[in-house]
Structures are given as C-alpha cells and as structure tokens.
C-alpha cells in the first residue's frame, strides 16, 4: 500500500506547508514509514523537518536537471520512520531548464516510482502556484489534499484547482483524485470561522476532512525551531489536530 499525496492549493498562506509537515510528522509516530518531498523551492517543508536547506548536498533540482537519482537525494531518516527529499531556491530555476524536455510532467514520478515500494505514504508539499513543479507532483500523487483557511476569500481559487486536477486526471494522470479538503487556521472565537466552513460544505460536493486544524500559537512557533509539532509541543491543540488528521488519512 503506497498512497502518494499531494498537499496543493494555488492560494499562500493557507497552511499548506504547514499540514504538509506536520501530516508526515505525525503519520512517521504512528509507525507509518513516510517519504516527504518538498517541491515548494522556498524548502520551508525541507527546514521545518529540521533539515538544513543551504547545507544539503542535493536536492529535488539535482532529480529534475537529471544530474542525480532519487536515491542521492533522499535524506534518511530524518525523524524516526520519516525520510525528506529536501528542496532550496535553486529549484525555482527549474521551470527554464524545463523548457524543451520531452516527458518533463512525469520526472519526479520516474524516479519516485523507483522507491515508492519502500514506504506507506509519500507526502509532497506543492508550490501556492499551478505550474510545472505542481504538475510533476500532480502525477507522482494518487490524490490531492486541498488545505482551506476559514476566512472570507476561501473558495476563492478553489475551482480553478479542481479544474487543474480534472485536466490532469484527463491527460496525464487518470488514477489522480481529490483526496478531501482539510480546514485550517480555523478560530473557534469569530463566528466567521464557523460560517466559512459551513459554506464550503453547502457548495461544495467533496470529501471534507472531520478534523479542523485550529489556529495556534506554537503551531506557528514550530517550523523556525526545525521540529514539527508534534515534537515542539506534543500536548498543544495543534500537535493534537495533526494526529487527529494523520489517523483519518491512515483510516480512508
């Protein structure tokens, strides 16, 4: 059983990366062997896993510009269960050196399905943008997890990434589905919060997560610490959240 997913919503700041990490946090303490791929180049999965992204030796650059495989690049064991394929800025270069390449949406899908056997889950942390990188995790992944804030604006850009899996499922990747959508930044306080998830669930037909990961102090705190939550404050509503989230995903 391999579940390759893919965390994506076009929209920043919505808490993507942060669910990206501490998803696969908390998937490795439950004993699940898990590879997290940062394809994000801004590498805040790659630090906020407590890897250091200047100082890596190779990253996902090195798997797309075709100069290393896979198993170059993985870093191991960098919690207990939990491998990174770490990622810095010299990604962002990628989309040009991509220009002409035959087959260039399924690179990182090549070299992942050489190791994907090795591991339970494999979580990939999208760029907030529909471009190649996303692509190339659209059809590594078997589905896609849509983070949302509870704020106003949250179906904004919504339908344009459903419209982009759909094209992806069509062209390239007919296995891809939406895995579900996981609320977050959600605060019991304001009624907006409440009102805002109850309004995607009226308008839209898609698997939604139970769990809501509420906004948190220490979950902001963690990743400049390079710890996910569950190690930076194990008994902090928002380490509580994520593994409540990771035992839905291990359920479904």
């Known amino acids: ?16 990366t942060t669910t990206a990490i501490n998803l696969s946090a908390c998937l490795a303490e ?15 999965m790659t630090s906020g896993l407590g890897v250091d992204k200047d100082q890596v030796e190779y990253t996902v650059y090195d798997l797309i510009i075709g100069e290393k495989g896979i198993d170059d690049v993985i870093c191991r064991d960098v919690l207990d269960h939990l491998d990174v394929l ?8 990628a ?10 949406e399924y690179i990182i899908r090549n070299e992942v399905h050489k190791i994907k056997d090795q591991y ?20 590594t992944a078997n589905t ?11 179906l904004e850009g919504l339908s344009q990434l459903i419209h982009t899996i759909e094209l992806v499922k069509e062209r390239l990747n007919p296995e891809l589905k939406l895995e579900g959508v996981v609320f977050t930044m959600y605060d019991a306080r304001t009624n907006l919060s409440l009102q805002v998830v109850e309004n995607v669930k ?21 990743p400049s610490y390079g710890m996910p939550i569950n190690l930076y404050d194990s008994r902090s509503t928002g380490a509580e959240s994520y593994r409540l989230l990771a035992e839905e995903v291990i359920q479904k």
Not at 30 to 39: E, P, S, T
Not at 144 to 154: F, S
């Open 30 to 44: 439950k004993g699940k062997k898990v590879l997290a791929i940062d394809m994000d180049p801004q590498g805040n």
């Open 86 to 93: 770490p990622t810095n800025i010299n990604l962002s270069a």
């Open 95 to 104: 989309e040009i050196e991509l220009i002409g390449i035959e087959n260039k």
């Open 202 to 222: 009226d308008n839209l037909h898609q698997s939604i997560y139970k769990t809501i990961i509420p906004r948190n102090i220490r979950l902001a705190e963690a």
């Open 144 to 154: 896609v997890l849509v983070p949302i804030q509870c704020e106003h604006h949250a």
């Open 1 to 16: 059983m391999d579940r390759i997913i893919a965390i994506a919503n076009q929209k920043g700041g919505v808490g993507k």
């Open 120 to 139: 339970d889950f494999i979580i990939i942390d999208c760029p907030p943008s529909l471009n190649m990188l996303t692509i190339n995790a659209m059809t």
